[in-house]
């Protein structure tokens, strides 16, 4: 159980496109979604907090307009990075957690993101 | 801010050895402490946890300890295999809330 499905795995695009990533819990409705950035050699960062039908709470220094995040029902979050540039490139990362299961986080396989 | 420090940065040792990695934290609030093993490219596994009422938790070769009075709590690996060998983060929940805090890491390397 407390599968979460990420997608899609890997994106190359141009600078200026706007990318979105999607993630989903599988079997089990997640009351609160994570989003992470990891740069190569590094740990996880959290880019923001979002829960179902309410605004997402971004971390300090993380642009809200640059990353959109939308958590439409309790089985789906995106992440759309709007106008991406180079410096954006990175592997993002969601992760899914419930009440009913403590604080645990089940992550998703992750979005590996390289902008030309 | 909430802080977690980790060490070692990188282990390696022989198969059939022991592993430990420490970490310390700061935040007096945090009540859950998972470790998170990630292996190159792949999501992180959650492969063990333990909260704060809790002092020790055993799970086969691998145990997690926790001393909340000296905020600090480690990971024991033992009898190593070489498919231990992976990035090891530890964790710390933010102010007991359901934010994860993330270690810096430790890649461990387990030579056959």
């Known amino acids: 159980g407390a599968v979460v499905s990420q997608h899609p795995s890997w994106v190359i695009c141009k600078s200026g496109t706007s990318v979105k990533i999607e993630c989903r819990s599988l079997?089990?409705?997640?009351?609160?979604m994570f989003w992470y950035r990891q740069f190569p050699k590094q740990s996880l960062m959290l880019m923001a907090t979002s829960n179902e039908g309410s605004k997402a709470t971004y971390e300090q220094g993380v642009e809200k307009d640059k990353f959109l995040i939308n958590h439409a029902s309790l089985t789906l979050s995106t992440l759309t990075v709007t106008s991406a540039h180079p410096e954006d490139s990175s592997f993002y990362i969601c992760s899914a957690s419930t009440r009913n299961r403590g604080q645990s986080q089940h992550f998703g396989d992750g979005t590996r993101l390289s902008i030309l | 801010g909430e802080n977690v420090e980790q060490h070692p940065s990188t282990l390696s040792v022989q198969e059939g050895d022991s592993a430990v990695i420490k970490c310390t934290y700061s935040d007096s609030a945090s009540n859950y402490f998972p470790w998170y093993k990630q292996e190159l490219g792949k999501r992180p596994q959650l492969i063990i946890d333990i909260r704060s009422n809790v002092g020790e938790k055993k799970d086969q070769r691998i145990a997690v300890t926790l001393n909340k009075t000296a905020k600090h709590f480690s990971l024991h690996i033992t009898e190593t295999q070489p498919e231990d060998s992976a990035v090891y983060f530890c964790v710390i929940s933010q102010g007991g809330s359901e934010k994860l805090v993330f270690g810096k890491g430790t890649k461990l390397t387990v030579n056959p």
């Open positions: 079997d089990f409705q997640a009351t609160t």
